[in-house]
């Protein structure tokens, strides 16, 4: 078990250009969330899958972020026509639901939109 | 609104020098209290989880407390190698209800040798 991967770890992109990011969860995990997280905050939930299913999506993911999870195994989250507004951190986490809540995080992905 | 406050912003302490972080809650329902520790340019890494009032877990030098309206971090003797970003989050409402999942903003923890 080698954790939560994500790729890439760091991204710079001129405004207007669509990113995706990918997150590889520990392999027995059925959860896998997005977070967002900006300097000196915590992390702000995006969006949670259960297998493939999208069970939720925050009020903060706008018609611009869309999120897979093909065959419940990786996720990918794609940001289209990027602003200067999303530059943050992009966490993905993942858990097993009969074992409770604790979520297990990658290292992030750090956008930095120009 | 639920919500989740952690206190000090700051802290920093001489080695050996023990204290306690504070994280207090007002959620509808509280299914569980985490705690993480987040290095710089890291996610968060998962320390405890605690589910009722009364509860407490021990790692190392860290032990977590919980009540019915906030949590403590108790740090005993730290060293500077437990400098980091102390994240607290709560889990609220219903099971699945992930966008219950609430993070405070947490407390930099700064360790002096």
């Known amino acids: 078990d080698t954790g939560v991967s994500q790729d890439p770890r760091h991204k710079i992109t001129k405004r207007g250009q669509n990113v995706t990011f990918r997150c590889d969860p520990i392999s027995e995990h059925n959860r896998l969330y997005w977070y967002r997280q900006t300097l000196g905050q915590g992390p702000e939930f995006l969006t949670y899958?259960?297998?493939?299913?999208?069970?939720?999506k925050s009020r903060l993911l706008s018609d611009r972020f869309s999120a897979e999870r093909p065959k419940g195994s990786f996720s990918t989250l794609e940001i289209q026509r990027t602003e200067q507004g999303d530059s943050a951190m992009y966490l993905c986490?993942?858990?097993?639901?009969?074992?409770?809540?604790?979520?297990?995080f990658g290292p992030g992905t750090r956008l930095t939109v120009t | 609104e639920d919500q989740v406050t952690q206190s000090p912003e700051a802290l920093r302490l001489q080695e050996g020098e023990s204290s306690s972080l504070n994280c207090s809650y007002t959620v509808s329902g509280l299914r569980g209290l985490f705690w993480y520790r987040q290095d710089p340019g890291k996610g968060p890494e998962f320390l405890f989880t605690?589910?009722?009032a009364g509860e407490e877990k021990e790692k190392e030098r860290l032990k977590a407390t919980l009540t019915k309206k906030e949590s403590f971090l108790h740090i005993t003797a730290p060293k500077p190698e437990d400098s980091a970003t102390y994240l607290c989050a709560v889990q609220a409402g219903g099971y699945s209800s992930a966008s219950k999942i609430i993070f405070g903003s947490g407390t930099r923890l700064s360790i002096r040798p």
């Open positions: 899958f259960q297998n493939e299913a999208q069970l939720e």
């Open positions: 605690l589910y009722s």
């Open positions: 986490a993942s858990s097993f639901s009969p074992r409770g809540y604790e979520q297990y």
